[in-house]
């Protein structure tokens, strides 16, 4: 078993930051970067979504730090660098070693007849990408990629840009992400938004924590999670792996718990189900509540909110414990347990992550999740509510401005009004629609507002073939990955500025906005100077692309958008609900807060009720085809989970250590219970190959990877991400959602083959 941390947090936390910025060799610089992320007059955090209460106090969190350096570091990939190495030369470079190399500092393209990136002028770049665009048989040949960090009003002028050459091809990080949460809430209580804000943490009794590990993914919520367990509220836990952050946190801004002379109890109650378990664990507590607990259940708010309350209760009913057991891992009294706990106070909140989401059956776990709020309504009211908790800085943000791949009639009229054009109302492509269009040849261009869709989506090799057919391959991006290099006829990569370099586009200091995870939205502003002179904003690069491509077929004054962004927040102002007098709003310390209809207990769904879900309990994890290949095996089949490690930002591997699972200088892993590692004869260190079962011919490998003991359940192993996405069979996506099921893949291991 591994050496694991005690806590989270604490000296070793400060320890690991002033190393980042050692390593980024701009230690000063990135001090002064620190102290300005998530301030009113500094830039947004590119860590994670978690909202700030902009209080003033300096929030110091590891892995914000790590970002922050990462991205201001003084190595730079410039045209020297890329004269010296083939593209088939770097494919062969992992993805730590690509993105190390430093910052992208000019535009380049790609050279099919030397293999190699070459430098190119802002203007011919913007040219061919115009010219392939307008060479497209249609546009929906043309698939608009969006990560993450992309601000207001880059995605806004993205969407505009694609909807007026008449593309509903919005494919998007939050396809692999969240996506399951936006389609069961959107489903449940009419918003696709958690209903909750940061304060509501200060008011909670209980707050429920399903897969999700805060400790390395959302540092600042432990903050949140530290001051209510320290005034009495109680946490509960439910996580396939006991992390260490959920139990034990000492706040690197408090002194004494700096020093390790105290840490705080985060979760009074820790419960390891198995992997996809949730929905049990969930219609379990469901099936407490109705049966055992009835006196609880808040009548007035079932009558008063909800529909379906009858069939939901038929169907708990005849759930039977034996297969809420079997399902979720845990037993009849765990489950029990936790559910007195929910019922305890209206007061509660429950919190998830990709844990619940990248599953076959995530809608409907969320969905239950939501019944159980909707069971005592623990729902709009202070410290009550729904919180998925979001990844990349303004993955809600981009949403809210139009980064959808079916927008609704009332978004594409608001469009009209606006734009005086016909926005299309066909169903566009998200992240699976995409690479399969690209793959059959059906879309040809891809272009990619930031992020690394190469490493991040399911099943690599097949991924990349899809990129390879592009005939033009765009990438907005600060640092070089592997989807740059998945090249097909032509490709080019744009470097733009990051979060924390002042952006002067137009001669002027320029701001941006981001929405957080409480949908609260507000502005950022980097402050430090670009890496290169060469560099330019993503929202200029945006409205150049559209410039160059739709000429006069669009009646807008790009240059006064690119000159001042206070005109594209204008244009916002007029089509998004919620943002009247956007200037004005950002000039309020912490921003403002975006209504929430179902936090007001208002339920925009077609029955203008809060609905319950009456479905049965899936059988199993997979889908049936693929059960039954389980079943027709010798050996014991396992179910993966792929997450990721403390050093590392979604694809962007920062190290080798993953210090509070008690991980150094390795990656290639894959935790199991020591029970399953006997029974396979492997000790700690001995290497295995792991294989995926599906439905499919496919062989899906990867090879040499290390096995260790660890607490996890037993049928039940986890490696890190993005290393094993070549095992996730494409087509495993939830119902629904068209998630990859990142956490749920029926593997195989053996000992490695030599
Ligand atoms: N430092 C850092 N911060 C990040 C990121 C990063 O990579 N690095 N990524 C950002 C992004 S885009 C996102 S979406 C978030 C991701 O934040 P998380 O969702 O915390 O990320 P994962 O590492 O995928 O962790 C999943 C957690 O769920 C648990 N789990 C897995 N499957 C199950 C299950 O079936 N049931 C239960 N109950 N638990 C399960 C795992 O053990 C693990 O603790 O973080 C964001 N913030
Ligand atoms: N197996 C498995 N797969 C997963 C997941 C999982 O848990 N398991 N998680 C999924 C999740 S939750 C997500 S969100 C996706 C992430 O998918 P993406 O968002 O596509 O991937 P990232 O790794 O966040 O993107 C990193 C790249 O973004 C670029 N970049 C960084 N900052 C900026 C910036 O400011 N501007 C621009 N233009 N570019 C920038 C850099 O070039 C960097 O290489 O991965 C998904 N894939
Ligand atoms: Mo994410």
Known sequence: ??????????????????????????????????????????????????????????????????????????????????????????????????????????????????????????????????DGINALQSPNELELYTSGRASNEASFLYQVFGRALGTNNFPDCSNMCHEASGIALKRSIGVGKGTVT??????????????????????????????????????????????????????????????????????????????????????????????????????????????????????????????????????????????????????????????????????????????????????????????????????????????????????????????????????GHRVYDAIKALHA???????????????????????????????????????????????????????????????????????ITVEDTFSMVHASSGNTPPASDLLKSETEIIARIAQYTLKDRIALDWESLIADYSNIRELIANVIPGFNNFNAQIQQPGGFHLYNSAANLQWNTASGKAEFNAVALPDALFPDSVQAKITQQDSPVFTLQTLRSHDQYNTTVYGMNDRYRGVFGERQLVFMHAEDMRLLGLTDNSLVDISTIWDDDTERKVTQFRAMSYDIPQGNVACYYPETNPLIPFESVGLASATPTSKSVPVLIKHAET
């Open 1 to 130: 078993m591994p050496n694991k941390s005690s806590k989270a947090g604490g000296i070793a936390s400060v320890k690991s930051t002033v190393n980042q910025l050692i390593k980024s060799k701009q230690v000063r610089r990135n001090m002064l970067n620190l102290y300005h992320a998530n301030k009113h007059e500094g830039f947004d955090c590119p860590g994670c979504a978690w909202g700030d209460d902009k209080s003033g106090a300096f929030r110091f969190c590891e892995n914000g730090a790590k970002a922050i350096a990462w991205e201001s570091t003084s190595e730079k990939v410039d045209a020297a660098f890329f004269a010296q190495h083939t593209v088939s030369e770097l494919r062969k470079q992992s993805d730590h070693w690509l993105e190390s190399q430093g910052r992208l500092v000019e535009p380049l393209r790609y050279n099919a007849q030397t293999d190699k990136y070459e430098p190119v002028s802002w203007e011919q770049a913007f040219t061919y990408i115009a």
């Open 441 to 511: 040849g059906q879309s040809k261009m891809l272009i990619c507002l930031g992020g690394n869709i190469a490493a991040a989506s399911a099943d690599t090799a097949y991924t990349e073939q899809a990129l390879r057919r592009t005939t033009l391959m765009v990438n907005i991006a600060t640092k070089l990955n592997r989807t740059h290099l998945a090249v097909g006829q032509d490709a080019l990569i744009l470097p733009c500025l990051g979060r924390t370099e002042a952006d002067t586009t137009g001669g002027k200091n320029q701001a």
């Open 198 to 427: 940061l304060k509501d943490f200060d008011a909670a009794d209980t707050i429920f924590v399903f897969g999700q590990n805060p400790g390395t993914n959302h540092p600042r919520m432990l903050n949140a999670l530290r001051s209510a367990a320290k005034r009495g509220a109680t946490i509960v836990s439910f996580n396939n792996l006991k992390e260490v952050g959920l139990q034990r946190f000492a706040s690197p801004q408090k002194p004494a718990e700096l020093l390790g002379l105290q840490a705080v109890d985060i979760s009074a109650q820790y419960y390891t189900p198995k992997l996809g378990g949730d929905f049990a664990v969930a219609r379990g507590m469901a099936k407490v509540i109705i049966e055992e607990l009835a006196e609880q259940l808040n009548q007035d708010f079932i009558k008063t909110h909800t529909h379906g309350i009858d069939a939901y209760i038929e169907q708990v009913k005849v759930t039977q414990w034996q297969d809420i057991e079997t399902r979720s891992g845990l037993t009849r009294a765990d489950i029990t347990e936790a559910a007195s706990l929910f019922v305890r106070s209206k007061k509660a909140i429950t919190c998830w992550a990709m844990g619940i989401t990248q599953h076959l059956h995530s809608v409907d776990t969320i969905h239950e999740l939501t019944s159980l709020h909707l069971l005592t309504g623990a729902i709009g009211l202070p410290g009550a509510g729904m919180c998925p908790v979001r990844g990349h800085s303004n993955v809600q943000g981009n949403r809210t401005m139009g980064i959808l791949e079916a927008p609704t009639p009332a978004f594409n009229q608001a469009m009209q009004a606006v734009f005086d054009f016909a926005p299309p109302e066909k169903p």
